[in-house]
């Protein structure tokens, strides 16, 4: 059985920094791609981050380029999301994703809630 358990979220001022993980289980980590995606409270889930198995190639959504970083750690099966400078339009309930086939996600964490207030 595969699991998604993403941790890390909480409230935090704008400026701050957060660090999100997501500890995978039930699949070969190292083999899948794995993204980052966000949904705020009455909008769409939006893509924020991705990186691809073996070379590691990241790719970023606009609004988080310069800011935000993902990383994995296949020996510990684990994503990361580093979150800095962040801005009130960065609250909402971030997910983690894996992909056997790039951007086509096969699992879904439950979410963890990130809050920044001004």
């Known amino acids: 059985q595969v699991q998604l358990v993403e941790s890390g979220g909480g409230l935090v001022q704008a400026g701050g920094s957060l660090r999100l993980s997501c500890a995978a289980s039930g699949l070969t980590f190292s083999t899948y791609y794995m993204g980052w995606f966000r949904q705020a409270p009455g909008k769409e889930r939006e893509f924020v981050a991705r990186?691809?198995?073996?070379?590691?190639?990241?790719t970023y959504a606009d609004s988080v380029k310069g800011r935000f970083t993902i990383s994995r750690d296949d020996f510990k099966n684990t994503l990361y999301l580093q979150m800095n400078s962040l801005k009130p339009e960065d609250t909402a309930v971030y997910h983690c994703?894996?992909?056997?086939?790039?951007?086509?996600?096969?699992?879904w964490g439950q979410g963890t809630q990130v809050t920044v207030s001004s």
């Open positions: 994703a894996a992909a056997r086939r790039a951007a086509t996600y096969d699992y």
């Open positions: 990186i691809t198995w073996s070379a590691g190639i990241t």
